[in-house]
């Protein structure tokens, strides 16, 4: 016996037959009955008042409903000049001198530069319609459970959950601009057969000349353009035309499509060509791919997914190959953010199920396991793993699944884990918990 | 306390009265029934091992009963929510470790008030060993309280409750790894601050483990 070993068993034995010489038993026995008591008589003692708190709750709470029922959305409008309260069907005009902004109660705002004309058209508990008239306004909607906002311009709609971005109408050519500059929204109008999504670094073009050709017998279809607001700022690039119809892009991934299909061409003229809508370019992400990439080759995992969100982090895990979001969720995973690795991780499983990359499984079952403590989800991720076929960290997962459900109490299925385990890892690291679970 | 009314199946009276129930499932299923017998047999088939754990988290020290009673009522207020009766003798221990953490948490948290006011915090009368070994074990517990506490329950655990590593981890719900890594963390701790108190110095410095009072010290795995 080490010397270590000798002193921790006189520390033992000396505490330990210390609290023995106390006898704790008859205490505990003693503390349990009083409370037994006690707690009978505070059932007997608080009956009476059951009644008369219930009615005092009630009306706390049908107070607490007239207070804090939903009130309508109002807004101030603030600019040249001192800021004022708006009003409904008021027409805006962004001064000369300043641009105008209006601050609505919910923390939203919308701010009209020099020249652009507005109106609030309607104001309700979750959100407010703005319609706009003329020119460039600027949107900043802050996301709420059940935000209804939405952007009217001309016949076109933008929906708005939570974003910044930027709409312009050009009344004279019925031309609408959304530029997003965060989040997401959806745009109806006409031309489009369902609502075109714009997301974070995007720029939609739509328009309407459905209204310069009315009553003129002309048929030219309306245009709508998704494209990278990036590399259309840069070369301003023309609607594509193509030779051939080109059936609406299809992908086989579960989630939304992210390519905006053509309007349906009037084919009265048959055979002629067909404009469609310009496919989504690649996110900046996979523009800007290199940078991250070098940065996490070398270690520099923070940076690199610093660079990453930069470039649309979120968005790239909606739209890149499941081997690359797979990576972006080891780098936020190696970097620290957890909730960040979860979403790519989830991203990836959501949108190739069968054929998720097994690290990324493994990577859920990591998170769910170390961060959340979700050992049931653990094991079903770390289950999933090891059903993949892939035997890279093939003992550590099942290592993990067997402590995933023990935590979790799924003792069946942690006898099973540890027989599997026993009988692939003999002598791996888990072999004694296995053992033990298996004895158990 | 009174015997229950209707003997349940599982339950049976042994010689002088006393109820006992063949194994944790039975137990657990007569508490559920509020049985107060069963609360009898409870308390005297898992006071060893809440007395171990907490005396050897705690020291020598006056709370200790409380602390363990506290257990207890912790137990027989949380029953309701043990769906697996196999995993009584875990839960209760993870219950131990919590409420003693717990305890000794409070405890740092008061020291700023000693500090303060030393003269309004009473000493609290201590009844120990003498000689050696009540100056080790002093020491030892002066030493735990300067390490974190999740890195001296872990070591009081394995090294003075003498439990397995997998319980450790299972008491202190982390991982093998995690207590793994606060061991050697306190480990390391502890021998640097053994330096400065004679007792342990004294006990620790011939040969063995920590024999030269190594700077490192690595967790031994499992045996």
């Not at chain 1, 709420?144 to 109408?169: D, L, N, P, Q």
Request: proline share 4%.
């Amino acid at each position: 016996m080490t010397n270590f070993e000798s002193l921790m068993k006189d520390v033992a034995r000396t505490v330990q037959g210390d609290a023995r010489r106390r006898q704790l038993l008859p205490e505990i026995q003693a503390r349990l009955e009083a409370l037994d008591k006690q707690s009978r008589q505070a059932q007997r003692a608080h009956g009476g008042w059951r009644l008369s708190l219930a009615g005092a709750a009630l009306c706390a709470a049908g107070i607490a409903i007239f207070v804090l029922r939903p009130q309508p959305l109002s807004f101030a409008v603030d600019g040249v000049g001192a800021g004022r309260t708006g009003a409904v069907g008021e027409q805006l005009i962004g001064a000369d001198s300043g641009p105008v902004a209006l601050r609505f109660s919910d923390g939203s705002q919308v701010t009209l530069p020099p020249q652009a004309q507005a109106h609030v058209d309607a104001l309700d508990t979750q959100g407010a319609t703005v319609a706009l008239e003329n020119g460039t306004v600027e949107v900043s909607v802050v996301h709420r459970k059940h935000t209804r906002w939405e952007i009217r311009a001309g016949r076109y709609h933008i929906r708005v959950t939570g974003t910044r971005f930027s709409a312009g109408w050009d009344r004279k050519t019925d031309a609408l601009t959304v530029t997003m500059h965060e989040g997401s929204v959806e745009v109806t109008g006409p031309g489009m057969k369902a609502p075109a999504r714009v997301v974070t670094g995007q720029r939609l073009r739509a328009k309407d000349v459905s209204a310069d050709t009315q009553g003129q017998g002309q048929d030219e279809d309306p245009k709508v353009v998704v494209e990278d607001a990036t590399l259309a700022a840069r070369a301003e690039a023309p609607v594509v035309e193509e030779p051939e119809a080109v059936p609406a892009v299809e992908t086989a991934q579960p989630e939304p499509a992210k390519v905006i299909a053509a309007p349906a061409r009037d084919d009265r003229r048959g055979g002629a060509r067909v404009r469609r809508a310009v496919a989504e370019p690649q996110s900046k992400l996979a523009l800007a791919n290199a940078e991250w990439r070098s940065l996490e080759a070398h270690g520099k995992y923070k940076a690199a997914l610093a660079v990453a969100v930069r470039d649309g982090f979120d968005d790239g895990c909606l739209r890149l190959p499941a081997e690359d979001v797979a990576k972006l969720g080891d780098l936020a995973r190696l970097a620290g953010d957890y909730k960040r690795a979860q979403y790519a991780y989830q991203a990836v499983y959501r949108r190739f199920r069968s054929s998720t990359p097994p690290l990324a499984l493994f990577g859920l079952g990591k998170i769910e396991f170390y961060q959340n403590r979700d050992y049931a989800s653990a094991a079903r991720w770390f289950g999933l793993y090891m059903k993949s076929g892939e035997h890279a960290l093939a003992r550590e997962a099942a290592g993990l699944l067997l402590e995933s459900r023990i935590k979790a109490g799924d003792n069946a299925g942690a006898r099973a884990a540890a027989e599997s385990y026993l009988q692939s890892y003999a002598d791996g690291p888990h072999a004694k918990l296995a053992h033990d679970t298996v004895g158990h | 306390m009174a015997l229950p009314r209707e003997m349940r199946p599982g339950a049976h009276v042994l010689n002088g009265g006393v109820v006992a129930y063949n194994d944790d499932a039975e137990l657990v299923a007569a508490l559920h029934r509020g049985e107060s017998a069963a609360r009898t047999v409870l308390v005297q088939r898992y006071e060893p091992l809440v007395e171990r754990l907490v005396a050897g988290a705690l020291g020598i020290d006056s709370e200790i009963s409380d602390v363990i009673q506290d257990v207890f009522v912790g137990v027989f207020e949380g029953i309701r929510s043990l769906k697996d009766a196999s995993a009584l003798r875990s839960w209760i221990a993870t219950l131990a470790v919590f409420t003693a953490r717990g305890r000794i948490r409070r405890r740092r948290r008061w020291r700023w008030i000693r500090f303060l006011a030393p003269e309004d915090v009473p000493e609290v009368p201590v009844s120990g060993p003498q000689g050696e070994t009540h100056e080790a074990v002093r020491a030892t517990y002066r030493v735990l309280d300067t390490l974190p506490d999740d890195e001296r329950m872990a070591f009081s655990l394995r090294f003075i409750s003498e439990m397995q590593l997998t319980e450790v981890a299972a008491a202190c719900r982390v991982s093998l790894a995690t207590v793994k890594r606060r061991l050697a963390r306190a480990e390391k701790r502890f021998v640097e601050a053994a330096k400065d108190h004679p007792a342990l110095r004294e006990r620790l410095t011939q040969g063995g483990r920590w024999g030269d009072m190594a700077e490192s010290a690595e967790v031994e795995g499992e045996s």
